[in-house]
């Protein structure tokens, strides 16, 4: 009977520490799975310089995914440490108010781009108004979002924002919007050395032949 209970705790012990992980691969909408997780991490600590493992750990502290790189971005641009925007926004803070509160403008998160759905309302504050007003311009939460994350996402990748914008059009969010252009570039690197090796044995042939 001892036995029983023993096992039947482990069981549960090992269910429980499996939840957090579950949990992780569906509430960013879709189940993408610990590796495409591991890789938006990796993403966003690549491209504003910081250890991977301190982007985790601002996770775990309760920062949705799609706003770590909103995290680093007005850090960075505010000279501040991560830690104190975090604390900010976990604080009640909107982006908005954290952007002004450091005296930054609206106009550091815009990106030249022809837009459409979920991108254009946004950019029409910046098209219906002269350059010298965009500092008037107050975003909701969801547009600086949205922008910062299509300004790192086609950055780091080098990839066209007009692109990231149509797959956002067609609900993706941005840590699966990340897997799969990583995921294409990585097929398309492998797909190049093969059509390199082809055209050197084709040339090996025709040496053959001469």
């Known amino acids: ?80 440490a991560p830690e104190i925007i975090v604390n900010l926004r976990l604080g009640g803070m909107s982006w908005m108010d954290i952007t002004l509160r450091y005296g930054l403008s609206p106009e550091i998160f815009y990106v030249p781009v022809r837009v459409g759905p979920p991108y254009g309302k946004a950019y029409g504050y910046y098209m219906n108004k002269p ?13 600086i979002i949205n922008l910062v994350n299509l300004k790192f996402t086609s950055e780091h990748y080098k990839y ?25 570039k990585k097929e398309h690197k492998v797909k190049d050395k093969r059509q390199e090796k082809e055209k050197h044995k084709g040339k090996g042939k025709d040496k053959d032949k001469d």
């Open 131 to 143: 350059k010298k007003e965009w500092k008037k311009i107050v975003f909701k939460d969801s547009d």
């Open 1 to 80: 009977m001892r036995i029983l209970v023993i096992f039947l705790t482990l069981i549960v012990l090992s269910l429980g520490s499996l939840i957090p992980q579950a949990k992780a691969s569906v509430d960013i909408g879709v189940s993408i799975g610990d590796e495409g997780l591991r890789g938006f991490y990796l993403a966003v600590g690549d491209y504003y310089r910081v250890p991977q493992r301190e982007v985790v750990i601002i996770r775990e502290r309760g920062m949705p995914y799609e706003e770590l790189p909103v995290v680093y971005f007005i850090a960075g641009r505010a000279r501040v």
């Open 160 to 184: 066209s924002p007009n692109e990231v914008i149509k797959m956002r059009e067609k609900g993706k969010n941005f840590v699966v919007i990340n897997d799969e252009i990583k995921k294409g």
